[in-house]
């Protein structure tokens, strides 16, 4: 609530017979002599927040015109403070982040102080929904085996979770099993348009997010902004601090035309990933407009939403209309919430009118003719990588009828949670797909390994319900879960016979799935190639059991009678598609899912917790852990200076953060595993390194430990290897924790230098911690994605970048000491030295730009972090 209001924009709203206080748009319009009609919506939202929390401290007027002044030719690097209505999280990156804060109780214990101060101030809402892995497939028992294995494994880690929500105030965990956390949040949690009380008021307000997800966006597509931050930026949020901003550049996408038929949203999000990318959108804000939105169904927002980091976007928003309404209104959410969303959204001026598209004003513009879209696939390593189905040529010909695995072969094929599952056309379309190929007595080849596993248990209901389910079973396309599986690593083991034939004969096989990343070593360890595609087009090539074929052209079968079946046979038309969804898709689906949601299963209710204002930690447990984050004079920590750094790594463009922090299994033979075997651990019970992100011995030693990266150190070797240096200058091949862990003993400091979008990928807050952990002070690369270099800085290492040099030019071999001058005394968006030396001489000196942007993120780097930084504050 405003504690200036410099502009006296304070109005009321009548909706639904019922009085709100609001921060007008229309008044601050007319004070500021600003067309209202100009600003792309995400603005508005900003702006209301803005003007909501103007104090005269952190938000001014001057706060206020810098947001208005978005569109300005000159860069525009001011800064503003943001204040996002609540958090959501998943329980990858929420278990760490409430581990943070409960060791932060610890921390105010030990001060004597009152560690209740620790507890989120504004809702945060905790959806378990990354631990199920496809341990079981194929068969009706596979979800009760997954979820039963689940428990088994996670049972602490639950069990932490569950005393967090009865600890913490306005802390809420939604079991698992339930659904993936964006398609909660999409049919469930997010309210368009929020009200709270206030000193008597009912203030009305736009309903915005932030989530230790990246793709939160997906919310976008119900026209609430939101976005994936790091895990250590969310605690922050959840404590009281403001997310620091720069003013946005906002790119409007106008859509037009309609999408042919036979063209799926899938499609469509390909394709706009791949013109985004191109682009380069990497911190902007995009904002949908134009006459085809008149033709996209909240569904198909959602999913071009959803995949807002793959494109490069801080987010992909789509307006309130009147498919938001009655999108609302599908997902049961109530008649006096429609009413206020409507009267709200008009009233703001944030109400979409298409006769109103061309008078918005862009930083950048865009446009696509959605009709022109062909079908399409994206891999093998990035999702931007676009492949037209016309373009996939048949490399090897026609398969042997003996099974013998080859090169290309599609050993997993995924009807996975994120990206997709929020929308009934693929899904139902599916399903479709799945009844006429087995209706034609078409097979799923048997060494692909199927699955599926949903955002919400609405899926499984009216598949259920339009007798889909029956026929995708019939192909092996059972339901393993509801949680992100596939996609993120939780793909589970191939056959012993599959993986021995990849072993043995070098094979490069692929997986499909319906989900949004698909790096390198991210699906499953063996499999190299990954494609993204529609959950239609994963169960069509589980027919065909290799992505070696032109599949609109090439039979994908043989059916009962010996003819040869082509993909459009098995092809569904919109209108059957449409047909069977409104047929059975109704409002009591959601009402009855989503009236329970908190309770959980009886696994869940037999978890028994203490109540307590400070966590009992077990000093055996390999799954929680206090951090050595919080140091033990926290008020007196401070910055040195960098002088003779050793470099821990060197990589090269668009190292991820499954890269740096993998989320996937954890082998008996890596550095992590080795460490569990100590404890006592099982091979058969390591679960992941997701899974284990509450313990911090574990997650270092899988920093930089993906068997997939590539360090110019290793002398070729793949995986989590390096060379330590001695004070010679000599080397010895050893892992990157060992070298790091004699370098932190030498108290030696580390640097890595990478090259372009380093960073990319998931909002992984272990990436960063990982990285801090390891002795690491500064990354020094061409250019950083978003969130992870936000993270970086959140837990005190400086992000530097390029200036006139690239990563090739400056040639490193790896012996060679770094100093970086006035790295103690960096400012925002300024520049450093760096000293290059080999045996104590200068070979190479040149300037870096420190990628600190704004002031609120120098006070975060210069107290080693946001969260030491609030415990000063708090202290």
Request: with cysteine.
């Amino acid at each position: 609530m405003s504690n200036v209001d410099s502009l006296k924009v304070r109005s009321e709203l009548l909706a639904n017979n019922k009085k709100y206080t609001f921060f007008s748009l229309r008044k601050a319009a007319l004070e500021l002599n600003i067309n209202l009609k100009e600003l792309p919506n995400v603005i508005k939202i900003i702006l209301e927040n803005l003007l909501r929390k103007e104090d005269g401290k952190n938000v001014t007027l001057k706060s206020i015109k810098s947001l208005l002044n978005y569109c300005s030719d000159e860069e525009n690097h001011d800064e503003i403070l943001y204040y996002p209505s609540r958090v959501l999280m998943q329980d990858f990156t929420g278990v760490p982040a409430v581990v943070d804060l409960a060791a932060m109780r610890d921390a105010m214990k030990n001060k004597v102080l009152d560690p209740k101060k620790i507890n989120p101030q504004i809702p945060v809402d905790l959806v378990i929904d990354h631990s199920v892995q496809v341990d079981k497939f194929g068969s009706s028992k596979s979800y009760a085996e997954n979820i039963k294995l689940e428990f088994q494994r996670n049972n602490e880690r639950y069990q932490f979770l569950k005393w967090g929500q009865e600890s913490f105030e306005n802390f809420r965990v939604i079991p698992p099993g339930k659904g993936i956390c964006h398609q909660v949040n999409l049919e469930y949690l997010a309210s368009v348009v929020s009200e709270v009380k206030t000193g008597g008021n009912d203030i009305a307000f736009f309903d915005t997010v932030v989530g230790t997800d990246s793709h939160t966006t997906m919310i976008n597509g119900l026209a609430v902004l939101g976005w994936g931050v790091g895990g250590i930026e969310a605690e922050a949020t959840m404590l009281g601090q403001p997310t620091s901003l720069l003013v946005p550049k906002v790119v409007g996408f106008k859509l037009t035309g309609k999408l042919s038929p036979g063209i799926t949203a899938t499609d469509m999000v390909l394709t706009i990933t791949e013109i985004l990318r191109k682009k380069n959108v990497v911190g902007k804000f995009v904002e949908f407009y134009g006459p085809a939105l008149k033709h996209l169904s909240l569904f198909e927002r959602a999913t071009i939403a959803n995949m807002a980091p793959e494109y490069g976007a801080t987010c992909g928003y789509f307006p309130i209309d009147a498919e938001v309404i009655k999108y609302l209104d599908l997902t049961g959410r109530s008649k006096s919430q429609l009413a206020l969303v409507e009267a709200y959204a008009k009233e703001q001026g944030a109400w979409w009118e298409h006769t109103d598209d061309d008078k918005m004003k862009f930083n950048e513009y865009v446009e696509l003719d959605i009709s022109q879209i062909q079908p399409c696939i994206a891999g093998p390593k990035r999702p931007q990588d676009k492949m037209l189905l016309s373009e996939l040529k048949s490399k090897e010909g026609s398969r042997p009828g003996d099974g013998t695995l080859k090169d290309g072969d599609i050993v997993i094929s995924a009807i996975t949670s994120c990206t997709n599952t929020s929308n009934p056309y693929v899904l139902i379309g599916a399903g479709l797909v799945a009844k006429r190929a087995y209706d034609l007595g078409l097979k799923t080849k048997e060494w692909v390994k199927t699955s599926l596993a949903p955002g919400s248990q609405v899926v499984t209901e009216y598949l259920e319900r339009s007798g889909l389910i029956y026929y995708l079973e019939k192909l092996g396309f059972y339901l393993v879960g509801y949680g992100c599986t596939t996609c993120i690593g939780n793909s589970g083991p191939l056959s012993e016979d599959i993986e021995k034939s990849i072993k043995e004969n070098n094979l490069s096989v692929s997986a499909i799935l319906s989900g949004n990343r698909n790096f390198e070593g991210r699906i499953h360890p063996l499999v190299k190639q990954n494609y993204l595609a529609s959950p239609m087009l994963c169960v069509a090539f589980a027919l065909v059991g290799t992505i070696n074929i032109n599949i609109l052209k090439e039979p994908i079968g043989i059916d009962k009678h010996g003819k040869e079946v082509f993909l459009h046979d098995i092809w569904p038309s919109d209108d059957e598609i449409k047909g069977v969804v409104n047929g059975i898709i109704t409002k009591d689906m959601f009402t009855e899912k989503y009236k329970h949601i908190l309770e959980g299963d009886d696994e869940w209710k037999k978890i028994h917790i203490n109540k307590t204002t400070c966590y009992s930690w077990q000093d055996d447990s390999t799954y929680i852990k206090s951090p050595p984050f919080f140091e033990s004079e926290i008020e007196n920590s401070s910055i040195g200076n960098i002088e003779d750094a050793r470099i821990l790594a060197i990589f090269g463009d668009s190292v991820t953060t499954d890269h740096i922090s993998p989320a996937g299994n954890i082998s008996p033979n890596h550095t992590a595993g080795e460490y569990l075997l100590k404890k006592g651990v099982k091979q058969q019970d390591f679960n992941s390194f997701g899974s284990r992100r509450g313990n911090d011995e574990i997650m270092v030693r899988g920093t930089f430990a993906n068997i997939r990266i590539k360090n110019k150190l290793a002398n070729g070797k793949e995986g989590g290897f390096t060379q330590y240096f001695d004070k010679k200058g000599v080397g010895t091949p050893m892992t990157i924790y060992d070298a790091s862990s004699k370098y932190i003993s030498e108290k030696v400091p580390l640097v890595i230098f990478a090259g372009k979008e380093y960073g990319t990928g998931s909002s992984r807050d272990w990436a960063a911690k990982g990285t801090k952990l390891l002795g690491i002070k500064a990354v020094i690369a061409e250019s950083f994605e978003r969130i992870h270099r936000s993270n970086l800085i959140g837990m005190g290492v400086l992000p530097l970048q390029f200036v006139d040099n690239t990563l090739d030019n400056i040639s490193l071999k790896g012996d060679e000491t770094i100093t970086l001058i006035g790295y103690n005394k960096v400012k925002p968006k300024g520049l450093i030295e760096c000293q290059i030396k080999r045996n104590g001489a200068i070979i190479n000196n040149f300037k870096l730009l420190s990628r600190i942007d704004t002031e609120i993120e120098l006070d975060y780097f210069l107290n080693n972090g946001i969260l030491n930084l609030v415990l000063k504050q708090l202290l």
